[in-house]
């Protein structure tokens, strides 16, 4: 006989009550998953789509989305483009990152009714604030050019039918380096080549889907003028030799988020771009957008 059932016996007869172990507890029930903030709720069945109604959907007509990679020289151009008398380029927008919040049940009831997806309130704020932008310019050629539209550039084609593109080339490498050079500390050149690579991969399949232009940023500094009378000639404006002389101009802040904002850029004059990089220097990651763009041989 164990001392545990010889002490239970005893307590029994002395209690009416014995010692038993705990049973193990349940483990607690799951917590079901947080609902979603109703700004964040989109409608069902969502559908990105052309305007419905082109004559009243889009007040903004024509506009012109500079196409680039990051640290292509797109700040350059904007400015340059932005000191014609008939064309307006603000800083970066990132239009495409504005959504619409439908906070209650009947107003998302109200828009399913009314036949809108939520692409296409979203477009309607889109063009707004690009129209908005331009009018209060006082100019009527609108060229936006933020890089990362390069990521939705089948959703702003679609958004804007009457587009009009421009693409800003630069030799891959350049492009990495100056990615790095921009903040050293925070962008190692080891992540350099992947992710610029990703902006130059999306803008070469938009550059073989869309009708444009296409401008490099070694011939826009070596000869801009040249450059930029084609660009006028694209956009159905004269030239105007104030184009070279941006610094004369007011063009927005230059800051970190919305666009190039080291003091090359502040100094108003074109600077030289870089040495190129041999083919030899070209990493492996690289050499197949160099080959498309030309600034690889086929065969290297």
């Given at each position: 006989?164990?001392?545990r059932?010889?002490?239970n016996?005893?307590l029994?007869g002395?209690?009416?009550y014995?010692?038993?172990r705990?049973?193990p507890?349940s483990?607690?029930a799951p917590?079901p998953?947080?609902?979603p903030?109703?700004?964040t709720?989109?409608?069902p069945?969502d559908?990105?789509r ?16 500079l ?16 000191s ?13 990152r ?17 036949g809108?997806?939520h692409?296409d309130l979203e477009h309607?704020v ?6 908005r932008?331009l ?6 050629v ?8 390069v990521f939705?550039?089948r959703?702003?084609a ?8 421009v693409?800003?080339l ?10 790095h ?20 991969t999306?803008?070469?399949?938009a550059?073989?889907?869309l009708?444009r232009l ?13 450059v930029l009378?084609?660009?006028c000639a ?11 002389r941006?610094?004369d101009?007011?063009?927005?802040a230059?800051v970190k988020?919305?666009?190039d904002?080291?003091?090359?850029i ?12 041999s ?13 498309l763009?030309?600034?690889?041989p086929?065969?290297?």
């Amino acid at each position: 006989m164990s001392w545990r059932y010889r002490a239970n016996a005893t307590l029994e007869g002395l209690t009416g009550y014995t010692v038993r172990r705990r049973p193990p507890k349940s483990p607690p029930a799951p917590k079901p998953p947080p609902k979603p903030a109703p700004e964040t709720l989109r409608l069902p069945g969502d559908e990105v789509r052309p305007p419905v109604d082109p004559s009243c959907d889009r007040l903004l007509r024509e506009p012109v989305f500079l196409l680039s990679s990051v640290r292509s020289g797109s700040t350059l151009l904007r400015v340059m483009l932005n000191s014609h008398s008939r064309v307006h380029s603000p800083i970066e927008t990132h239009f495409r990152r504005m959504t619409v919040g439908l906070l209650t049940d009947p107003v998302r009831q109200a828009m399913q009714l009314l036949g809108h997806t939520h692409s296409d309130l979203e477009h309607l704020v889109w063009d707004r604030l690009l129209h908005r932008e331009l009018a209060r310019s006082g100019k009527p050629v609108l060229v936006e050019k933020t890089p990362s539209n390069v990521f939705a550039w089948r959703r702003i084609a679609t958004c804007w039918p009457d587009a009009r593109y421009v693409f800003l080339l630069r030799h891959p490498v350049s492009i990495a380096q100056s990615w790095h050079e921009a903040d050293p500390e925070r962008r190692p050149m080891e992540e350099a080549v992947p992710r610029t690579l990703s902006y130059m991969t999306y803008l070469e399949e938009a550059r073989t889907n869309l009708d444009r232009l296409t401008v490099r940023y070694e011939e826009l500094v070596s000869d801009p003028e040249a450059v930029l009378r084609r660009l006028c000639a694209f956009l159905g404006v004269e030239w105007e030799p104030s184009m070279l002389r941006y610094g004369d101009k007011e063009h927005g802040a230059f800051v970190k988020g919305v666009g190039d904002w080291r003091d090359k850029i502040r100094a108003g004059t074109v600077v030289a771009g870089r040495p190129l990089p041999s083919p030899e220097e070209v990493p492996v990651g690289l050499r197949d957008v160099c080959r498309l763009w030309g600034y690889l041989p086929d065969d290297a």
